[in-house]
């Protein structure tokens, strides 16, 4: 596919789609009840239908309707063993959530997989802990997926646990191994990621208490049934925001996003740069949701990402990367060692792309340098099959200052099936 350069200035209002994160933890919160949940405004990506998949397979009976998603349960515990493997396509947050809820069923044996890239992913962080908790938990050589589980006829126990990296993957995976273990879990994050799953979960009743960097975990009979609407994705009105903020004169409102702050990382970011953003918080329960508003800038200067932040900006960091690399200085982003382990190597990926186009960059281990350029050449983008790569570099290629082209612009369809539609409403 081919992208026009010199994106002109635009005045707009849209919607983007509905959080992936909240979805996939909403599928697996309705399979947890034994009555029947309405998600409203659900996404229907390619990684939140994995996890809908499995959620039928597991037993839930799925009804779909216009706008929602009708869930009917089978509690949290004595879930149905599937007859075939449960396929998580390209979706991390489906295989490691779904590891910690059936690493503690007493019974049943399931096999977890997905795509290449997952395949490729690092599961050995939520195999070493629930191991711990008494799991019979295998993979592939090195904790890799294919995972197979075996229930443990006793369940598992509850574990004190230190996480190693910030992941609200892990996290979630944990949080959901305790709530159906013998007794109570503890979990320690290095810096806060995405709390989600604790907040919908406080909100559905579950007693789960957060202090500081801890999170505890009592167990927990079937969640309660629940009529909730996804917000808009943060995370896919950041390629608009950055649009908007880097083409001076440009006005852009994007509605009813979730506001979530560990989810927002971006706007904060941005605005350090000196981007003009300001937001309107509009409800509250159980996530913060409101209006984004955004008017383009002559000129942002640089900054840096210290590990402490990047948790809250994990997969905004390549769309960032494009503010950065139009921006007065040199920006740096630390402590993003993970980025590595995401749908693609995300930290290649973004310095490969950023040299095409003309701008100096050093690739660091953990993160990268970008030196600030006026002009973006326009180039063939390598997406690497990974959506918000495909995505960031889209929006570099419309500020370039030429024709681009972009090799698989289908791996979109992962968190966002319309993103070129959207991009033509503008
Ligand atoms: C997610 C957590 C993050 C994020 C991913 C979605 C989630 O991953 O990158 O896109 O829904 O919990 P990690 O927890 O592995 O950092």
Redesign the pocket.
Known sequence: MKILGKFKKFSSEISVPSD??IT?RLFIFALSTKKESIIRNPLLGADTLSTLAIVEQLGGMVKKQEKAIIIKGKGLRDLDEPTDILNCGNS??TIRLFSGLLASERKGLFILTGDNSLRNRPMGRIIKPLSIMGANIFSRRNFLAPLAIVGNKNGLDGINYEMPI?????K?CLILAGLKANSDTIIIEPFP??D?TELILTYLGVNIKKIKNSIYVYPSEDLNPFDLTVPGDPSSAAFFVVLAVLIPGSKLLVRDVCLNPLRIGYIEVLKRMGANIKLEYCSFNPEPIGNIFVEGVEKLTATNISPEEV?KI??EVPIISIAMALAEGKSEVSGAL?LRK?ESDRINAVCFNLRNMGVKVVEKEDGFLIEGTNELKPSNIKTFDDHRIAMAFTIASLLANGESSIDNPSCCAISFPDFYDKLKEL
């Open positions: 992936k994160s996939h991390g947050t910030s992941s609200a993957q892990l979630s990621s995405r989600h948790p994990i997969d993970d995401k």
